[in-house]
């Protein structure tokens, strides 16, 4: 594709977005299972719900403009769920798993509030103003996740990685410092 506007720029965008989604869609499944935090299984469920939905309103958009959301590979979200995979595949601990989950998903989320943004100023630009109100929309969404993946991490999970830690009888770092100095 001949990028020679921003509206090609759009396209181009949504078509990269809509891959990233359908691909978050087949990962999302596989972080809830592997998650022990019942709180964070929830949020990947729930997020999983949104996505279709995120899915669904590139369709709209795309549509308007007369062209087909598909042909394009993300590649970064190709590599970001590649990643977690990895981490999935490690013999952690629950709460560390689920740290590392938390920030594989925060690494996701990142990515897609600089699409949606990037996109939703385009669309905004070029007089869309419908497609704009809908990227809007999803960009909240992945901003309130991204939210609630903090404040998760900040709850509970970081604490119960922690915990994972101690229960190994390794001293956390701030703890083995503390030795070394006396």
């Known amino acids: 594709m001949k990028l020679k506007s921003l509206q090609d720029l759009l396209v ?8 990233a989604e359908n691909q978050l869609v087949k990962a999302l499944p596989k972080m809830a ?4 935090n019942p709180d964070l299984k929830a949020g990947f469920a729930e997020h999983l719900e949104q996505t279709k939905g995120q899915i669904a309103r590139i369709e709209i958009i795309c549509d308007q403009l007369g062209v087909t959301p598909k042909g394009k590979k993300c590649a970064a979200m190709e590599g970001l769920v590649e990643e977690g995979k990895e ?12 740290a590392g989950l938390i920030a594989a998903a925060q690494k996701v ?6 699409s ?12 869309l103003d419908e497609a704009a109100r809908l990227l809007q929309e999803t960009l909240d969404e992945e901003k309130a996740t ?4 903090t404040e998760l991490a900040l709850s509970a ?4 990685a ?7 009888g390794d001293d956390p770092p701030s703890a083995a410092k503390k030795k070394a100095a006396r």
């Open 12 to 19: 181009a965008q949504l078509k990269d977005l809509y891959s």
């Open 33 to 36: 299972k592997a998650a022990s």
């Open 162 to 168: 922690e915990e994972d830690e101690r229960a190994e």
């Open 146 to 149: 991204d939210e609630k993946l």
């Open 109 to 114: 989320e990142h990515y897609e509030i600089a």
């Open 87 to 98: 981490l999935m595949e490690e013999d952690a601990e629950p709460g560390v798993l689920d």
């Open 116 to 127: 949606y943004g990037s996109a939703r100023t385009w669309a905004e630009r070029l007089g």
């Open 157 to 160: 999970v970081n604490e119960e």
